[in-house]
Nanobody
């Protein structure tokens, strides 16, 4: 499985930005995909992930982004998006997409639970 993240950039506080992560290889709609981020000098942290309940997707968000970020998938279920709105200075980080071929109804929030990682895309929010 290979993941290709894109969409990062420099925006002002309050702006919106959409990240994309295209997956290739043995990944499908039942597999868990998510986003993590790492700010300078800080540890990597969970942002959002999308699981599968058997009947539908099950998104999960970190408290710090709940209500501002939305994770979604395309119809083919091989690309995930992170729509980020009302961006804050503290959202500045390198954002990484991650995937795992396990199916989780409640997606894991630990990076170690994800087997595959994209290369990261920089998001910079100016205050």
């Amino acid at each position: 499985v290979q993941l290709q993240a894109s969409g990062g950039g420099l925006v002002q506080a309050g702006d919106s930005l959409r990240l994309s992560c295209a997956a290739s290889g043995r990944i499908d709609s039942r597999n868990t995909m998510g986003w993590f981020r790492q700010a300078p000098g800080k540890e990597r942290e969970f942002v959002a992930a999308d699981g599968w309940s058997g009947t539908g997707n099950t998104p999960l968000y970190a408290d710090s982004v709940k209500g501002r970020f939305t994770i979604s998938r395309d119809n083919a279920k091989t690309t995930i998006y992170l729509q980020m709105s009302s961006l804050k200075y503290e959202d500045t980080a390198v954002y990484y997409c991650a995937a795992d071929r396990q199916t989780y109804t409640y997606p894991p929030q630990r990076g170690s639970d994800y087997e595959y990682w994209g290369q990261g895309t920089q998001v910079t929010v100016s205050s």
